[in-house]
T-cell receptor
């Protein structure tokens, strides 16, 4: 079945440093969604990418969708302590299913 | 819009007992999802409904798990004859139909099987 993998599993950075997490799918995705889960919280939707090669920005966060629609990345510039949490990518394997498969997440720790 | 509501927040049960969780989705949403999450892992898909129809169920889900959404509004997830391996956070989410609709998660029900 479809698998979504993320690396790294954990990342510790000093405040102000950049951070990147990578997401790879075993199958072509119709879209990719990114979620953030704060410690003790639930996943919260950040953004969705649909088109091949798409790039979207939200302030210090930059999201990319690969040309083959099988991989994606999230880059945070100049991390802040408020960025702490686990970032998940999730994808639909095909356009005729509502099933959303999540990666195992990348947990970001930021040292002030 | 009060968000997705899940009850109870915590449930401790003894192995072999049955448990039932409830999820009230955002009222305008016609899709409802159940996920399971263990420490250090991403949400694992269990099943989802569109209105009252259960459209997909994970093959990993044993016969001990059953979910219902009888009137297309709230949903229940029942686990029969609980095992220690069932201990996890059970997350409910809702969305509009369509693959481009983001999921809105509830705060989850944390199950501990002793």
């Amino acid at each position: 079945g479809q698998q979504v993998m993320q690396i790294p599993q954990y990342q510790h950075v000093q405040e102000g440093e950049d951070f990147t997490t990578y997401c790879n799918s075993s199958t072509t995705l119709s879209n990719i969604q990114w979620y953030k889960q704060r410690p003790g919280g639930h996943p919260v939707f950040l953004i969705q990418l649909v088109k091949s090669g798409e790039v979207k920005k939200q302030k210090r966060l930059t999201f990319q969708f690969g040309e083959a629609k099988k991989n994606s990345s999230l880059h945070i510039t100049a991390t802040q302590t408020t960025d702490v949490g686990t970032y998940f990518c999730a994808g639909h394997g095909s356009s005729n299913t509502g099933k959303l498969i999540f990666g195992q997440g990348t947990t970001l720790q930021v040292k002030p | 819009d009060t968000g997705v509501s899940q009850n109870p927040r915590h449930k401790i049960t003894k192995r072999g007992q049955n448990v039932t969780f409830r999820c009230d989705p955002i009222s305008e949403h016609n899709r409802l999802y159940w996920y399971r999450q263990t420490l250090g892992q991403g949400p694992e898909f269990l099943t989802y409904f569109q209105n009252e129809a259960q459209l997909e169920k994970s093959r990993l889900l044993s016969d001990r798990f059953s979910a219902e959404r009888p009137k297309g509004s709230f949903s229940t997830l029942e686990i029969q004859r609980t095992e220690q391996g069932d201990s996890a956070m059970y997350l409910c989410a809702s969305s509009f139909a369509g693959e481009n609709s983001p999921l809105h998660f509830g705060n989850g029900t944390r199950l501990t099987v002793t």
